[in-house]
């Protein structure tokens, strides 16, 4: 199973007669859908896109800044319903769906539960459709929406007004009512920090880990230094510079619920979320160093 990346960043070619062969050259390396956006797993692996682009492809790149990917998901089960009822000149539309949404362990899952033929075989499909694509956009910040079962079971039809473009419509409008109301939070990628420093700079360290959010994990004695292993938020890291770090290793851990932050949140009390504050990163023509340990 392919990682998820964590981290992206705009390019575009510093001449624009370049365009349609930066659009191949990331065809070719990743199949990436927008061609001026990369996504990757860690600062580096973004930095080698960019690198086999110049090099391999001879494209000269303007690069913006390294942007965390934050997620969407929710934490108890709810139930809502889509009606999409419109008349447009003599045409109508009619769709009606009701569907539950509840936590997945890994992934999204689709459960058709419809009986009777209350629903037509012909718009479950595209019932699904809206749901993954209002999925994609996000209930609460705008971010995807991951881990969810979704389970239709319930609707009506209307035998002329009907059609697929409704029904879809109507499942996306019960997804985002049923997340609305099934406590959605944001989530943020975390990472594995591993720092070795010695004695008389532990203290700097440990504040400097706990200014970050970090949460220390261990210490280990290693002679003449010590290791300091704690879980730090990539957009910690990537906030400041991390210079007082001597010697240190980052690596992903997973994704943890964002903490709350005043004046953002769901439509229910309860919703324990933020918006995240987007690190600066850095922007500027491509300078590449591909020996970098993070």
């Known amino acids: 199973m392919q990682p998820r990346p964590i981290l992206s960043r ?26 001026t956006i990369v996504s990757g797993v860690d600062e580096l692996h973004l930095e080698s896109i960019c690198h086999r682009i110049v090099h391999q492809y001879g494209i000269a790149l303007d690069l913006g800044e390294p942007t965390v990917i934050y997620l969407e998901t929710i934490r108890k089960t709810a139930e809502a319903e889509g009606k999409y009822i419109r008349q447009t000149g003599g045409a109508g539309n009619y769709a009606h769906v009701k569907l539950r949404i509840e936590p997945n362990e890994s992934g999204f899952a ?12 012909q718009y479950i499909e595209p ?21 969810v079962k979704v389970t239709l079971f319930d609707g009506s039809f209307h035998e002329v007004d009907s059609n697929e473009m409704a029904f879809k419509i109507a499942g996306a409008m019960a997804l985002k009512e049923a997340a609305r109301k099934a406590t959605p939070v944001v989530l943020e990628p975390v990472m594995n920090v591993n720092v070795k420093v010695r004695e008389e700079f532990m203290g700097m360290i440990m504040a400097d880990l706990n200014g970050r959010r970090g949460r220390i994990e261990g210490i280990a ?7 300091v292993r704690a879980i730090v938020p990539l957009a910690e890291i990537l906030l400041a510079s991390t210079t007082e770090w001597p010697e240190y290793s980052v690596q992903f851990a997973r994704y943890e619920v964002a903490p709350r932050r005043g004046g953002f949140g769901g439509d229910d009390p309860g919703v324990t979320v933020n918006r995240p504050n987007r690190p600066p990163g850095r922007r500027g023509s491509i300078a590449l160093n591909l020996d970098a340990e993070y």
């Open 127 to 147: 019932i699904e459709l809206g749901i993954r694509e209002a999925l994609q956009g996000g209930v609460i910040a705008g971010y995807e929406v991951v881990d």
């Open 221 to 227: 004695n290693e002679g003449h230094s010590f290791s």
């Open 10 to 35: 705009t390019i575009r070619p510093q001449i624009d007669s370049d365009w349609p062969r930066l659009q191949q050259a990331l065809s070719e390396i990743g199949g990436q859908d927008e061609q």
């Open 110 to 121: 689709f459960i058709d539960e419809i009986k009777g033929g209350v629903v037509p075989q």
